[in-house]
């Protein structure tokens, strides 16, 4: 069993927002279309202090691994298993728009904490089958560093639903952010048909020094799984991230039920 192996850096941010090439990105954010109502306020939530166990499980973690995504453009992926719970070492990302005055100031905390103010996944047990597959991209400035990512975790219903919920719709305010007076920074979210049910499409523009940084998160869920994409980078056109999105699905419907 691996767990947190050769790519944890990037599988910390991976899984949420826990502690993240080559010119600017592009400027255009989708338009936000929350799927709720989102707090005023982002205040964190502690870490869950049980772990509830399906009496079975569906699919082994090879399978789930092998189903992944091997490549993404020229970039090789490694793969790990057993994923959640994140350990209890894990810590919070550095603010990285701690530099910068924020307006409206809730929106610092959404980007810093990728929407999820409590620890993603806190409540998974270890037992569960679950994989991911990443890569670094390149080279990075200060605390980000680009990555690709794809995982997968077996959770049915009710406990698909709670990991999904776990990170808040962005608030409405958060998709014009002022930093230093300037708009400069972003987060929005639309659903993206085609991805299974509840399919959540979030998109974060930030300011590293003069350029953009941008991190795309797509997360849905079947009746059987999670899956959770993520493409953070420097230069993160849209139609790329989408492309590795439809090639992760399209390899995870191969998966059967262990006999």
């Not at 996944?121 to 037992?127: E, K, N």
């Given at each position: 069993m691996i767990r947190w192996a050769p790519v944890a850096g990037c599988l910390a941010l991976a899984l949420g927002g826990c502690t993240t090439p080559d010119r600017?990105?592009?400027h255009t954010a989708p338009p936000a279309t929350p799927a709720a109502t989102a707090p005023s306020v982002f205040t964190t939530v502690p870490r869950a202090t049980s772990t509830p166990t399906p009496a079975t499980f569906r699919y082994s973690v090879n399978d789930l691994q092998l189903a992944l995504p091997s490549t993404y453009g020229t970039h090789k992926l490694e793969k790990s298993n057993y994923i959640y719970p994140p350990g209890s070492d894990v810590t919070r990302r550095p603010d990285p728009m701690a530099v910068w005055k924020v307006e409206p100031a809730i929106c610092r905390d959404v980007i810093r904490y990728l929407g999820v103010p409590g620890v993603p996944?806190?409540?998974?047990?270890?037992?569960?089958?679950s994989a991911v597959a990443t890569a670094r991209l390149g080279q990075g400035i200060g605390n980000e560093r680009p990555f690709v990512s794809a995982s997968i975790t077996e959770l049915a219903g009710a406990l698909g639903d709670r990991l999904l919920d776990q990170r808040r719709p962005p608030p409405p305010e958060c998709a014009h952010i002022l930093i230093d007076g300037k708009e400069r920074a972003s987060v929005v979210e639309r659903p993206l048909p085609g991805f299974?049910?509840?399919a959540r499409y979030i998109v974060r523009t930030y300011p590293v020094g003069p350029q953009t940084y941008t991190e795309r998160t797509l997360q849905y869920r079947t009746p059987t799984y999670v899956v959770l994409i993520r493409l953070d980078a420097f230069i993160n056109p849209e139609p790329a991230f989408l492309a590795f999105a439809a090639k992760t699905?399209?390899?995870l419907k191969s998966l059967t039920p262990m006999s």
């Open positions: 600017p990105t592009d996944g806190d409540f998974i047990a270890p037992t569960t089958p299974g049910v509840r699905r399209d390899g």
